[in-house]
């Protein structure tokens, strides 16, 4: 059994680190890390891809999902059960406006939806499985440990998804050792402001924009 205690300070000490990147660094730390994002083919050949919305200190994903509503791609965000009992998510659609003056217009507004996260205005559409799922990190490490919000949904989900999973997250959040259970996920690419990181069995490595790859150890492609 892990030490609660180790985990809590762990994602303390992740969650201190992006929210301590603010004004001009948080801006060039995320165009950086939405660069190395796009360039991924995961992201960018992906007919479907999940995305978070900013929330605590998270990185701003807006460009990266305005560029998947351009392309035509579908945009699906997370959508956590509504009982308070029910530790299960899925993903919905996020349906985008149009692109016209170099701003969009008409696009879906989000609500707060469970523990404020955002979501859509009907939530209860139906959900589809993402080609790629971006996840975001609190806590990561070079083995491929990631460490989230704390409650445990997307390591549920995450279970039995087959598809591409890449972390996102400020190279800042990085740590020695994330604790993990037997049951948690490791991930198998995170993006940071750095770059593409690529995890082994044996040791992380850049690969700058070389691609990602999966649960399988495979590409992602």
């Known amino acids: 059994m892990l030490d609660s205690a180790e985990r809590s300070a762990v994602r303390t000490a992740g969650r201190l680190a992006r929210q301590l990147i603010t004004g001009e660094e948080r801006r060039v730390r995320e165009a950086h890390l939405i660069t190395h994002l796009?360039?991924?083919?995961?992201?960018?050949?992906?007919?479907?891809?999940?995305?978070?919305?900013?929330?605590?200190?998270?990185?701003?994903?807006?460009?990266?999902?305005?560029?998947?509503?351009?392309?035509?791609?579908?945009?699906?965000?997370?959508?956590?059960?509504?009982?308070?009992?029910?530790?299960?998510?899925?993903?919905?659609?996020?349906?985008?406006?149009?692109?016209?003056?170099?701003?969009?217009?008409?696009?879906?507004?989000?609500?707060?939806?469970?523990?404020?996260?955002?979501?859509?205005?009907?939530?209860?559409?139906?959900?589809?499985?993402?080609?790629?799922?971006?996840?975001?990190?609190?806590?990561?490490?070079?083995?491929?440990?990631?460490?989230?919000?704390g409650g445990g949904f997307f390591d549920r989900y995450l279970a039995d998804y087959l598809g591409c999973i890449v972390g996102v997250g400020f190279e800042t959040q990085r740590t020695d050792h994330v604790p993990v259970e037997p049951h948690d996920v490791r991930l198998p690419t995170m993006v940071t402001d750095l770059g593409v990181r690529l995890m082994t069995r044996k040791h992380d490595q850049y690969r700058g924009n070389r691609g990602a790859i999966g649960k399988d150890g495979l590409p992602c492609e």
């Open 38 to 149: 796009g360039s991924l083919h995961a992201v960018r050949a992906a007919r479907s891809v999940g995305v978070f919305v900013a929330h605590d200190g998270e990185p701003n994903l807006q460009p990266i999902i305005e560029q998947l509503w351009r392309d035509g791609q579908t945009v699906a965000v997370p959508v956590l059960a509504d009982d308070a009992a029910d530790h299960n998510m899925s993903f919905v659609p996020w349906h985008g406006g149009e692109w016209s003056g170099g701003e969009w217009h008409g696009g879906e507004q989000l609500v707060p939806g469970r523990y404020d996260i955002p979501v859509p205005p009907d939530p209860e559409r139906a959900a589809i499985r993402p080609d790629t799922l971006l996840v975001s990190l609190t806590a990561f490490d070079s083995n491929g440990g990631r460490m989230g919000r």
